[in-house]
């Protein structure tokens, strides 16, 4: 078990999941949350999307707010709930160094099903081919 398996964080971080990690989730809500700043920059309000199922948000910087446009088609982040996404973890650029990032992209396609072959109908009394009496007129 890995610890953002026993212990979830309130907010996805690309360092806690395994470099092939996938999820494909259903968006439940997006709201805007203060966050503390850094440095003395203040509080910042940043986009947080949260997922059916999930006990982590993804907060939306702009890179992520344009993928989930393309992922949902649709601009208007109210908008967003009921679609299906795909997250997943990637190494990205940033400054200098390559590091992991969680990103967002359009949900894989169900893969359809065959449907199952009925077997043949077993004849009955009533259908019986037999011929018992061969009459010529």
Not at 119 to 132: G, Q, R, S, V, Y
Request: hydrophobic share 35%.
């Amino acid at each position: 078990m890995r610890k953002s398996d026993a212990c979830p964080t309130k907010y996805f971080r690309a360092a806690d999941l395994p470099a092939d990690w996938e999820l494909t989730a259903e968006i439940e809500m997006a709201r805007i949350e203060t966050f503390e700043g850094d440095r003395g920059k203040g509080d910042a309000e940043k986009l947080v999307v949260y997922f059916r199922k999930q006990k982590s948000g993804l907060v939306c910087g702009p890179t992520i707010w344009d993928q989930l446009i393309e992922a949902t088609n649709e601009e208007d982040s109210d908008d967003w709930p009921g679609h299906l996404v795909q997250l997943y973890r990637t190494m990205v650029q940033f400054g200098p160094k390559t590091v992991p990032a969680v990103r967002v992209r359009a949900a894989p396609e169900p893969v359809a099903k065959k449907p199952a072959k009925k077997p043949a109908p077993k004849p009955t009394a009533e259908f019986d081919d037999a011929i018992d009496e061969i009459v010529f007129k």
